[in-house]
T-cell receptor
Framework: DAGITQSPRHKVTETGTPVTLRCHQT?????MYWYRQDPGHGLRLIHY???????DKGEVSDGYSVSRSKTEDFLLTLESATSSQTSVYFC????????????FGQGTRLTVV | GENVEQHPSTLSVQEGDSAVIKCTYS??????FPWYKQELGKGPQLIID?????GEKKDQRIAVTLNKTAKHFSLHITETQPEDSAVYFC???????FGAGTRLTVKP
């Protein structure tokens, strides 16, 4: 999996609680991405990072924040989880920019009850 | 980012037949076009890509063609096998959106 580790792999949380998902890479790639995948919607970009402390919003960023304090780690935080954020979350990394080659993690299945 | 449109959304073929998936893009500055395969329960995996300085690229049973004038590119899978069954996504350089995906089913 191109040196990408997502944690946790599965999580069930209650509505209104904060949740942080972690993506760790060992490839030293500049770009890191967070996507969510839902039936009928394919892959949708939440946030991405183009360097340490450099992040930008994707198409579905509301309710999510990210941080990248080190090259190897990209954190996705749901400040107050809602049921609409139940999804499978994928982290990806890549050497270049949006729409170029990317290597995906195994995904995190998040259920908000 | 601009939209990447992908068709068809589902495709069912008999084993041994060919499958073709098409994508269109709008940003003429795009020069790199990757294709991903996602098997059940896994993350997408890059299977082939093409750059705008070539019109076609092959890798065994899969090929990708690019028409920059018309701004579309296609994935071709020949001699399909059951293990080709998966969801396929296209992307275009500079776009934050993937294509919506094509669920390919290869019937034995």
């Amino acid at each position: 999996d191109a040196g990408i580790t997502q944690s946790p792999r599965h999580k069930v949380t209650e509505t209104g609680t904060p949740v942080t998902l972690r993506c760790h890479q060992t490839e030293n790639h500049r770009y890191m991405y967070w996507y969510r995948q839902d039936p009928g919607h394919g892959l949708r970009l939440i946030h991405y990072s183009y360097g340490v402390k450099d992040t930008d919003k994707g198409e579905v960023s509301d309710g999510y924040s990210v941080s990248r304090s080190k090259t190897e780690d990209f954190l996705l935080t749901l400040e107050s989880a809602t049921s609409s954020q139940t999804s499978v979350y994928f982290c990806a990394i890549g050497p270049a920019g949006l729409g170029t080659e990317a290597f995906f993690g195994q995904g995190t299945r998040l259920t908000v009850v | 980012g601009e939209n990447v449109e992908q068709h068809p959304s589902t495709l069912s073929v008999q084993e041994g037949d060919s499958a073709v998936i098409k994508c269109t893009y709008s940003d003429s500055a795009s020069n790199y076009f990757p294709w991903y395969k996602q098997e059940l329960g896994k993350g997408p995996q890059l299977i082939i890509d093409i750059r705008s300085n070539v019109g076609e690229k092959k890798d065994q049973r899969i090929a990708v063609t690019l028409n920059k004038t018309a701004k579309h590119f296609s994935l071709h899978i020949t001699e399909t096998q059951p293990e080709d069954s998966a969801v396929y996504f296209c992307a275009a350089e500079g776009d934050m959106r993937f294509g919506a995906g094509t669920r390919l089913t290869v019937k034995p």
